[in-house]
């Protein structure tokens, strides 16, 4: 304050006659109250009025503005600091260089808001899961937290700032350790949001981290995933470029989930189909166009043989196994529940100890767990129960129950 207003505190008729003592500790206190009724005054009547006058249906800039009407009480202790009389120097300096350094750090917790309150829009649009901006907003936030430090510094030390930037060279090779995290941090957030390689509500898989399930956040420094037990699984930024990762985002938009299971089938029940078997299995709606086309097939082939056509040992012969691989095919095909325009095979792998391995490889027409395990179950429940009919049997090692069998 100028002198005119170090007189009008003097003339205050409640200050007149005190020892310089108590004037000294009634001006500060007066000080004080008026700070304190601005403060108010801002907080409670004009900040909740112009906020009743915003949409209350998504994000708000009330921490903005709060922060901002914490600058009004400090402006006004700065001003009249230098009023209070009987203020020794150094006190008044000390309080100005204090109130200077507030003034900054609520300007950069202001500005710091701003910029969260612009993630929280940016969030509401449909792209933003794509396109996560909330590294990127950190990173500011520490620059800008950054600056504030050596602003509040320089404040406090009633010093120019310059100085204290000339002096960060030397300090460069200090903050790169400090620092080395954040660094790895931001290029490894850059790499994975220009390469979209990661979204909000993304599926990955990351076994080294014990990871698997749901992207819930991705920040500068770390990736949140909710795992399916409902843990939380918190992975660097960085690891995710340094290490490998499964997303499953492709089988989620691609509108199939892979079924990938074999049956392990005896392989002593393996053998060729008599006339009358084949006649039996004719009454199965499933392969009877197979095997009228099979019949004609085959019946070719062996009449091109002759005479030796005649002997089973030359001819060609269904299978028991050839005949319950084309139902395989032709009951999936006739489920709607699985995509036709994607892979659909039923194959034979490479024999085991174990038996005959006959793989189902095809696309469920719904992405969603539950309803995947269900069809999944279903197709190999049938298959099991109608491979008698095939005179097929599966593999299945001895157990105790078949060991005190043999005993007896």
């Not at 709060?66 to 300096?93: D, M, Q």
């Not at 957030?189 to 080294?208: A, C, F, H, K, Y």
């Not at 032709?330 to 034979?348: F, H």
């Not at 469920?364 to 129960?385: G, K, N, R, S």
């Amino acid at each position: 304050m100028t002198n005119e207003s170090l007189s009008a505190f003097r003339n205050i008729p409640l200050l007149v006659g005190l020892p310089p003592w108590a004037e000294t500790l009634a001006a500060a206190l007066l000080l004080a109250g008026i700070a304190w009724l601005a403060n108010f005054a801002v907080k409670h009547g004009l900040l909740r009025f112009a906020l009743r006058l915003l949409p209350h249906d998504g994000p708000t800039p009330a921490p903005i503005a709060a922060r901002l009407a914490n600058i009004v009480p400090a402006l006004i202790v700065a001003s009249g600091i230098g009023a209070v009389p009987h203020l020794p120097a150094a006190v008044t300096t000390l309080v100005s260089n204090v109130v200077s350094a507030s003034i900054i750090l609520f300007v950069a917790m202001a500005i710091s808001e701003t910029l969260r309150f612009a993630n929280r829009i940016y969030e509401r649009r449909p792209d933003a899961a794509s396109r996560p901006i909330k590294g990127y907003i950190q990173v500011l936030q520490i620059l800008l937290y950054a600056g504030a430090a050596i602003l509040i510094i320089a404040a406090l030390m009633d010093e120019s700032p310059l100085l204290l930037l000339s002096g960060l060279g030397a300090m460069a090779a200090v903050l790169m350790l400090v620092f080395k995290d954040t660094i790895l941090s931001l290029v490894a957030s850059v790499q994975l949001t220009s390469n979209d390689m990661l979204r909000v509500g993304d599926w990955i898989e990351m076994p080294q981290m014990g990871a698997d399930g749901d992207v819930i956040d991705i920040a500068l420094h770390t990736v949140k995933v909710q795992n399916w037990d409902k843990t939380i699984t918190t992975i660097p930024t960085h690891r995710l470029i340094a290490e490998s990762f499964r997303n499953w985002r492709g089988m989620s938009e691609s509108g199939g989930r892979r079924i990938k299971r074999a049956v392990f089938l005896d392989q002593s029940c393996i053998r060729f189909l008599s006339g009358d078997e084949r006649r039996e299995l004719g009454r199965i709606a499933l392969i009877r166009e197979h095997l009228d086309r099979k019949r004609n097939e085959l019946g070719e082939w062996n009449t091109r043989l002759g005479e030796a056509g005649r002997e089973p040992v030359n001819a060609r012969r269904l299978t028991n196994i050839g005949l319950f691989r084309a139902y395989v095919l032709n009951y999936l095909r006739a489920d709607a529940r699985i995509a036709k325009d994607m892979t659909l095979i039923a194959r034979q792998l490479a024999p085991t100890p174990q038996g005959l391995p006959l793989e189902i490889y095809c696309f469920t027409a719904t992405t969603a767990w539950v309803d995947y395990e269900d069809i999944q179950a279903d197709i190999f429940d049938h298959l099991l129960a109608i491979l008698p009919e095939f005179h097929l049997r599966v593999f299945q090692e001895p157990s105790g129950i078949d060991l005190q069998r043999l005993a007896g």
